[in-house]
């Protein structure tokens, strides 16, 4: 089975800042990579899919792009709101594995 | 306007079986890919198990052969049948809608302990 990876596994950033995440799968998924934000004690939320594709309604400061192996989701201004831990999802084929999460927080 | 709400969790003790229930608004089950999944406390997300609209359904190595995925049109709804459960079990499950996953319920707790 495919594995995803992330890194970091937390991070810590001034609003305003610019902060990147990586997500890696083990083997080559195509762009079927999806984003996931899940604020403290909600739902997860789906914030991209097909690596680069922005679901309705999430902000333009969030982007991601990616193919293959490597992939990468950028928030170009962090907000307080964004305070959050985001998961990669590959969805290809099952196994859909999540990847284990990187937490964002405000400095 | 879209919405899933789980329903069916519970504490039970190690060994014991569950059937958790996903009852569907503002769309149809039948039509679309259906999935659990699945949160430990404090932890990450885990997919567990998906229902393609044919018919075809795939499990998480971890609960292959115990957990099996349904569904019933004439009520709109998802289940999950939960049988030997364990201690690593115990999570927040979710069903939603999709893959990938654009809707998500708001979880059931399920705590496996004796």
């Known amino acids: 089975d495919i594995q995803m990876t992330q890194s970091p596994s937390s991070l810590s950033a001034s609003v305003g800042d610019r902060v990147t995440i990586t997500c890696r799968a083990s083997q080559g998924i195509s762009n079927y990579l999806a984003w996931y934000q899940q604020k403290p004690g909600k739902v997860p939320k789906l914030l991209i899919y097909a690596a680069s594709t922005l679901q309705s309604g999430v902000p333009s400061r969030f982007s991601g792009s990616g193919s293959g192996t490597d992939f990468t989701l950028t928030i170009s201004s962090l907000q307080p709101e964004d305070v959050a831990t985001y998961y990669c999802q590959k969805y290809n084929t099952a196994p859909f594995t999540f990847g284990p999460g990187t937490k964002v927080d405000i400095k | 306007e879209v919405q899933l709400v789980e329903s069916g969790g519970g504490l039970i003790q190690p060994g014991g079986s569950l059937r958790l229930s996903c009852a569907a608004s503002g769309f149809t089950v039948i039509s679309n890919y259906m999935s659990w999944v699945r949160q430990a406390p404090g932890k990450g997300l885990e997919w567990v198990s998906i229902?393609?609209?044919?018919?075809?359904?795939y499990y998480a190595d971890s609960v292959k052969g115990r957990f099996t995925i349904s569904r019933d049109n004439f009520k709109n709804a998802l289940y999950l049948q939960m049988n030997s459960l364990r201690a690593e079990d115990t999570a927040v499950y979710y069903c939603?809608?999709?893959?990938?996953?654009?809707?998500w319920g708001q979880g059931t707790l399920v705590t496996v302990s004796s």
């Open positions: 939603a809608r999709g893959q990938p996953l654009t809707h």
């Open positions: 229902v393609y609209s044919g018919g075809s359904s």
